[in-house]
């Protein structure tokens, strides 16, 4: 059956074969299926879905699109965290180096930004020199040597995603519970982790807006985890307002960074940072239990051991790790505006959407498949929900390149504040845990 064929199908609601499947995903890999083929059926996709058959056939597909590495002749348990992506979700460049520093080894084959989220290959490239297309010798031997390793997609690991995550970042196709699977799962089977903790987001700055999505998102990686033999624990979190403080690429590796060096870091980015790592442990048997996991990451957290791990990985990948020492390497844009409250109360929302929108406005996310993103833009969030703030009281900086363009960005960041008279609760971060069953 022809591409075109293949579309119309998937537009009239049709379950698709194994085999169309197949020819759609080498198709586009070898170039023979144009980028609008491609996006036309990637839309029909996720308007009329797939079901459990059609999306694992869809993740072999995407896996076999490249090598499947076998990493069994790297010593110790490999133990990966994969997020469906959020706004201010910096969790990952924390985390990899905390749990390789626990002793386990972390392969992650990572994404860049998607839609309104940003993406860990695109702030880990505002490092200077930092490289994320290694070889998967390289890749191997970063494992083997210090235990951890962030990667893209390349030639010759899962290409597939390579193609189609670039496609749905600009074509609206993200928010679909099928491809999301297939593209994470999909890496996951490809990189040879044994185990995965998903971060499953919920709320205005993820794509899944609701706790049932987010719920039947779960309970299809996991099942599709099993089918694939890997062991899957899957977290439901918060994504309502940003996680931590910074969003932009830039600015989120220098928050990554403060809480490595143990500063004073924003509670729900150190819960979800925290809680993902202690999964990872317990997955990978470096504990008993949760709170003997707890401990550890904690103590590793603290004795610093984490931010060594992070200097290790710059220099393997080829950046600058003296960022670690000295943050503001990593560069600041031209212009700083703040945004201040012109009302007296307690911050009631900061909506992630927005907030996510509006550092993609200044140039963090792309708009065409061939836009290079502004590393080095953001927004700063002053307060968070929960927060008391006076009239006149900075709710965020801006970090922008334009004037016009900071501007805007200024006013769109204003309205994704609620202030309110009476307190309100931050809100709960794990709201709750799957597992294959
Ligand atoms: N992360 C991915 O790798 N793919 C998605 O589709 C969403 C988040």
């Given at each position: 059956?022809?591409?075109?064929?293949?579309?119309?199908?998937?537009?009239?609601?049709?379950?698709?074969?194994?085999?169309e499947?197949?020819?759609?995903?080498?198709?586009c890999?070898?170039?023979?299926i144009?980028?609008?083929?491609?996006?036309?059926?990637?839309m029909a996709?996720?308007v009329r879905?797939?079901?459990?058959?059609?999306?694992?056939?869809l993740?072999?597909?995407?896996?076999?699109?490249?090598?499947?590495?076998?990493?069994?002749?790297?010593?110790g348990?490999?133990?990966?965290?994969?997020?469906t992506g959020g706004?201010?979700?910096k969790?990952?460049?924390i985390?990899?180096?905390?749990v390789?520093?626990?002793?386990?080894?972390?392969?992650?084959v990572?994404?860049?930004?998607?839609?309104?989220t940003?993406?860990?290959?695109d702030?880990?490239?505002s490092?200077?020199?930092?490289?994320?297309?290694?070889?998967?010798?390289?890749?191997?031997?970063?494992?083997?040597?210090?235990?951890?390793?962030?990667?893209s997609?390349?030639?010759?690991?899962?290409?597939?995603?390579?193609?189609?995550?670039a496609?749905?970042?600009?074509?609206g196709?993200v928010?679909s519970i099928?491809?999301?699977a297939?593209?994470?799962?999909?890496?996951k089977?490809?990189?040879?982790?044994?185990?995965?903790?998903?971060?499953?987001k919920?709320?205005r700055?993820?794509f899944?807006?609701?706790?049932d999505?987010?719920?039947?998102?779960?309970?299809?990686?996991?099942r599709?985890?099993?089918?694939?033999?890997?062991?899957?624990?899957a977290?439901?979190t918060?994504?309502?307002?940003?996680?931590g403080?910074?969003?932009?690429?830039?600015?989120?590796?220098q928050?990554?960074i403060?809480?490595?060096?143990?500063?004073?870091a924003?509670?729900?980015?150190l819960e979800?940072?925290?809680e993902?790592?202690?999964?990872?442990l317990?997955?990978?048997?470096?504990?008993?239990?949760?709170?003997?996991?707890?401990?550890?990451?904690r103590?590793?957290?603290?004795?610093?051991r984490g931010l060594?791990k992070?200097?290790?990985?710059?220099?393997?990948?080829g950046?600058d790790?003296?960022?670690?020492e000295?943050?503001?390497?990593?560069?600041?844009?031209?212009?700083q505006?703040?945004?201040t409250?012109?009302?007296t109360g307690?911050?009631a929302?900061?909506?992630?959407l927005?907030?996510?929108?509006a550092?993609?406005?200044?140039?963090?996310?792309?708009e065409?498949?061939?836009?290079?993103?502004?590393?080095s833009?953001g927004?700063?969030?002053a307060?968070?929900?929960?927060?008391?703030?006076?009239?006149?009281?900075?709710?965020?900086?801006i970090?922008?390149n334009?004037?016009a363009?900071?501007?805007?960005?200024?006013?769109r960041?204003?309205r994704a504040?609620k202030?309110?008279?009476?307190?309100?609760k931050?809100?709960?971060m794990v709201?709750?845990?799957?597992r294959?069953g």
């Amino acid at each position: 059956m022809g591409i075109c064929e293949i579309i119309e199908k998937k537009r009239d609601g049709v379950e698709l074969s194994k085999d169309e499947i197949g020819s759609f995903v080498s198709g586009c890999v070898s170039g023979t299926i144009p980028d609008y083929q491609a996006s036309a059926l990637l839309m029909a996709i996720c308007v009329r879905g797939m079901g459990f058959r059609e999306t694992l056939g869809l993740t072999e597909a995407m896996a076999s699109s490249g090598a499947r590495l076998d990493l069994s002749d790297i010593p110790g348990r490999k133990v990966d965290k994969h997020s469906t992506g959020g706004v201010g979700d910096k969790v990952s460049i924390i985390l990899a180096p905390l749990v390789a520093s626990c002793g386990l080894v972390v392969p992650m084959v990572s994404g860049r930004g998607l839609a309104h989220t940003g993406g860990t290959l695109d702030k880990l490239e505002s490092i200077p020199g930092f490289r994320t297309n290694l070889s998967l010798t390289q890749f191997k031997a970063n494992l083997r040597d210090i235990g951890v390793s962030i990667i893209s997609q390349t030639e010759e690991l899962v290409p597939a995603d390579r193609k189609l995550y670039a496609l749905r970042d600009v074509t609206g196709t993200v928010a679909s519970i099928p491809l999301i699977a297939a593209s994470i799962m999909s890496k996951k089977a490809s990189e040879g982790t044994d185990s995965l903790v998903l971060d499953i987001k919920v709320g205005r700055g993820g794509f899944m807006k609701r706790a049932d999505q987010a719920r039947e998102l779960g309970h299809l990686m996991t099942r599709i985890g099993r089918e694939m033999g890997l062991t899957v624990v899957a977290l439901l979190t918060s994504a309502e307002q940003p996680l931590g403080k910074a969003v932009g690429n830039s600015l989120e590796v220098q928050e990554a960074i403060s809480v490595l060096r143990g500063e004073s870091a924003s509670e729900d980015l150190l819960e979800v940072t925290l809680e993902l790592s202690s999964h990872m442990l317990l997955l990978g048997g470096r504990a008993h239990d949760l709170g003997e996991a707890r401990n550890l990451v904690r103590s590793t957290l603290q004795s610093g051991r984490g931010l060594s791990k992070l200097r290790e990985l710059i220099g393997r990948q080829g950046g600058d790790s003296s960022v670690v020492e000295n943050p503001e390497r990593l560069g600041r844009p031209e212009f700083q505006m703040e945004v201040t409250s012109r009302e007296t109360g307690y911050v009631a929302q900061v909506d992630a959407l927005e907030i996510g929108l509006a550092s993609n406005q200044l140039g963090a996310g792309r708009e065409t498949i061939d836009q290079e993103v502004d590393r080095s833009v953001g927004i700063f969030l002053a307060k968070k929900v929960g927060e008391e703030v006076s009239r006149g009281e900075r709710l965020a900086t801006i970090y922008a390149n334009s004037q016009a363009k900071g501007e805007e960005a200024k006013e769109r960041v204003y309205r994704a504040f609620k202030i309110a008279k009476e307190k309100a609760k931050p809100p709960t971060m794990v709201i709750g845990i799957l597992r294959a069953g």
